[in-house]
């Protein structure tokens, strides 16, 4: 089976009856989209649908997927965005967590203003996760502004 069939078939998943069928499905899909990306992006709206399952499991999963998704091809950040943060809000703080973690991973000043959201949430843990996001914001920006300097 080629890596495109594999990632179609695991993306069907996300569809599928059985909960744990999906949570299966999204949790191969995370790490899926670490390795290829590029062919996760094909089923971007799977995965954006899947940040608003009644599920939260499938929710987080698909916020780091697509967080994943806009680490790795910046052109989709501004969408990824848009889905993940749609989750700020979230009854599940092991949600909002996600939610803070793949915003950290979304470089985009939309994904900024969702932490600075996040950071007065009621729960300590998101507060803290989004705290470190945005760290991780700073840090690339730190890094890319070197890039441009040596060129």
Request: charged fraction near 30%; include cysteine.
């Amino acid at each position: 089976m080629q890596p495109s069939e594999v990632v179609f078939e695991v993306t069907d998943l996300l569809h599928d009856k059985s909960v744990d069928v999906r949570q299966s499905g999204s949790e191969a899909l995370v790490y899926i989209s670490e390795e290829y990306p590029e062919r996760v992006a094909k089923y971007r709206d799977d995965v954006y649908s899947g940040i608003s399952y009644p599920d939260s499991i499938v929710q987080s999963n698909c916020a780091i997927i697509a967080g994943n998704l806009a680490y790795y091809e910046p052109a989709l950040a501004d969408e990824a965005a848009q889905h993940v943060g749609a989750a700020i809000n979230d009854p599940d703080p092991d949600v909002r967590v996600h939610v803070a973690i793949a915003l950290g991973l979304i470089h985009n000043e939309k994904s900024r203003e969702y932490l600075r959201t996040l950071q007065n949430d009621s729960e300590n843990e998101v507060r803290q996760q989004a705290s470190k996001s945005l760290q991780a914001h700073k840090k690339r920006g730190r890094t890319d502004a070197d890039a441009r300097s040596d060129n």
